[in-house]
Every structure is written in C-alpha cells, then in structure tokens.
C-alpha cells in the first residue's frame, strides 16, 4: 500500500508514534523516525524491529520545538530516502496543573512543543510534501475541542493545531496535498498510564464503549489518512475516542 513512500513519524520512539511507525512499515512504507536524543535506545531498538521484519527505517534525533534542527532533520531524510511524501505530527508533551499554579515555563514548554512543533515540521517538509503530492497528519486531541481540568496550556495547543491544520488544508489543496487532524480521547500510552485510578474508572464510565483506546487503534486512522483511499478528505478533525463526546 505504501511501497515507494517515505512516511515520518515525530515522537515515534514509544507510545502512539511507535505504533504508527510499524504500521506503516507493516504497509512497506519507508520509516523515518524521530524523537529526542535521550530516547536514541528506544528509536535504535525500534529501527532494528522494522528491519528484522524486511523494512526500511532511519532514525533521526531532533526536539520538533527547535526549527533548526527539524530542517537539518528533512534535509537528511531527503539525502537518505530521496523523497518523503507523509508527515505525521505526533510528537507532544502535558505539563498538566491549574493555570493558578502553570508557570509561564509550564505554559511555554507545551506551546513550543506541541504547537510550534507542528509549524516547524510542516514549514520544512512543505517543499518535498507538495513536490510529492503528499499528505499531512497532526496528531491533536479531544482536549482541544473540549478543555479540561489542569489542561489550560495542552487545551490551547491541541485546538491550535486544528485551526493550524484547516488553514494548511485550505493552502495546499491546490497542490493536491491534504492536511488532517485527528483528536484522540484517552489512549493506553505512558501519556495516561498515571492517572488516578478513580479517574480512569470515571472516564471508562462516561465512555459508550467503556474502555481506553489502543495506540494500534490510532495507527490505523492514520494510516487510511495517508492512502490514497483519503485523496478526497482533507482540513478534518477525526474523533476516535470510543464515543467519549457523543
Ligand atoms: P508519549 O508516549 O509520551 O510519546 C510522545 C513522544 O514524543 C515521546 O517519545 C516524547 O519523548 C516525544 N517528544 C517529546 N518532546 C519531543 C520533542 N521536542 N521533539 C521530538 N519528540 C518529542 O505520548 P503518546 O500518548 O504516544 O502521545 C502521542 C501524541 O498523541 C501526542 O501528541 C499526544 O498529545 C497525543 N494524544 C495522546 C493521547 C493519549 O491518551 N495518550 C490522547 C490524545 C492525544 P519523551 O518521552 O522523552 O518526552
């Protein structure tokens, strides 16, 4: 389905990232992974997990919140791969707290990362994405359209990626190129995995499907974003989060 195609992946050392990056190399697609440097073993590990099954991975280390090191990061996918014609936006951090006690550091952090990080990626695949037809995939949240308790700076962040990702949408629709959102609700990740069990209780409670979704589960979205199956959407939001907002 994706041979021939060069997808990146930010964050993919763990988590939701990972599990996009062997989807798409299930799918024969090309892997460039990405994270930050204190997570080279996991990347390293997970290169070499694509590999023994017969794919094709590079890992590049680069924090998505400095856009110096995101142009260096294309430039040498495009030297390594040749092209790239799929960037997922997945890299993101929470520095939950009330905004009575958020430090503008806390607020700065989040907004660097989670929302210039997705700017910084997009400005610098955007030549090789439109030369290829490409597709883009921001990873927002649940938390973007709804809020949340202790969330002020991820809020604002993950809803910023959604007016982010219809303005692309409208930008690039000439090129053929679609840019979409998807909006996760609560994931089995290290992301949720420490929040109060009562909590978690609450939200399964609240949930029609009474469960947390799988990082597999969002693999696949992303996935069907990505093929050709999707030419004809673009500038969305897609909610997976097992009925959570109905
Ligand atoms: P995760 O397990 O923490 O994975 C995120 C990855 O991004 C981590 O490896 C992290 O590295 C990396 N990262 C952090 N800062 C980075 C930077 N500056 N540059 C490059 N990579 C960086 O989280 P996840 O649960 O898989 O979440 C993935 C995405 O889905 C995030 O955007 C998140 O907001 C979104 N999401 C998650 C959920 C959920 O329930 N899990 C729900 C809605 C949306 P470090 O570990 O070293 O920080």
Do not use: H
Not at 10 to 26: D, E, H, N, V, W
Not at 71 to 90: A, H, P, S, T
Not at 122 to 145: C, D, H, R
């Amino acid at each position: 389905m994706f041979k021939n195609k060069v997808v990146l992946i930010t964050g993919s050392s763990q988590g939701i990232g990972r599990a996009i990056a062997l989807k798409f190399a299930s799918l024969e697609a090309e892997v460039a992974l990405n994270d930050i440097s204190s997570q080279e073993d996991n990347l390293k590990a997970l290169k070499q997990e694509v590999e023994k099954k017969g794919g094709k991975a590079r890992y590049f280390l680069a924090d998505v919140s400095k856009l110096e090191e995101v142009e260096r990061m294309v430039q040498q996918i495009q030297k390594d791969f040749g092209r790239l014609n799929v960037l997922v936006n997945n890299a993101g951090i929470c520095k939950d707290k009330t905004l009575a006690k958020m430090t503008k550091e806390d607020w700065q952090k989040v907004i660097d990362i989670d929302l210039t990080g997705v700017f910084n990626c997009a400005k610098a695949s955007l030549p090789l994405i439109i030369q290829n037809q490409g597709k883009i995939i921001n990873m927002s949240s649940l938390v973007g359209q709804v809020g949340n308790f202790g969330q002020t700076n991820y809020a604002a962040a993950k809803a910023g990626i959604i007016g982010f990702t219809k303005s692309l949408a409208k930008e690039l629709g000439r090129f053929k190129v679609t840019v979409n959102a998807i909006a996760p609700g609560f994931i089995e990740t290290r992301l949720t995995e420490n929040l109060p069990e009562g909590f978690k209780m609450q939200v399964k409670k609240i949930t029609p499907l009474a469960r947390f979704g799988k990082p597999e589960e969002i693999a696949e979205l992303v996935a069907f974003l990505a093929s050709e199956k999707a030419d004809f959407i673009t500038g969305t939001v897609i909610n997976i989060n097992g009925g959570l907002t109905i």
